[in-house]
């Protein structure tokens, strides 16, 4: 199975900026979407961005203007280069992808990265 890496997370403060990063490794396997999600205590696991094999993108509205998803294909990594941060941004986040191999279609997830906004 598509096994995915991240890195880059930590503490920082308001107003700063964190860059995560997330690589898919494997054999003979085709990425899709690829995509980040965050889940803060006591709360849902949330979507925050995602983006297509040709670079369409999506955001949650708390993040909009904010937050910007993108991927290497060659290196079937995705990056979240989140600005502006904010204390209510403190999550773990987690990177996931659709992945295909052979004819089977699933959803890989990496182990999650804690990001920790101090006001």
């Known amino acids: 199975q598509v096994q995915l890496v991240e890195s880059g997370g930590g503490l920082v403060q308001a107003g700063e900026s964190l860059r995560l990063s997330c690589a898919a490794s494997?054999?003979?396997?085709?990425?899709?979407?690829m995509a980040w999600s965050r889940q803060a205590p006591g709360k849902q696991r949330e979507l925050v961005a995602q983006?297509?094999?040709?670079?369409?993108?999506n955001y949650a509205g708390s993040v909009k203007d904010r937050f910007t998803i993108s991927r290497d294909n060659d290196k079937n990594t995705v990056y979240l280069q989140m600005n502006s941060l904010k204390p209510e941004d403190t999550a773990v986040y987690y990177c996931?992808?659709?992945?295909?191999?052979?004819?089977?279609?699933?959803?890989?997830w990496g182990q999650g990265s804690q990001v920790t906004v101090s006001s």
């Open positions: 494997g054999n003979g396997f085709s990425i899709g979407v």
């Open positions: 983006i297509t094999t040709e670079g369409v993108t």
């Open positions: 996931w992808c659709t992945a295909t191999q052979l004819r089977w279609t699933y959803t890989a």
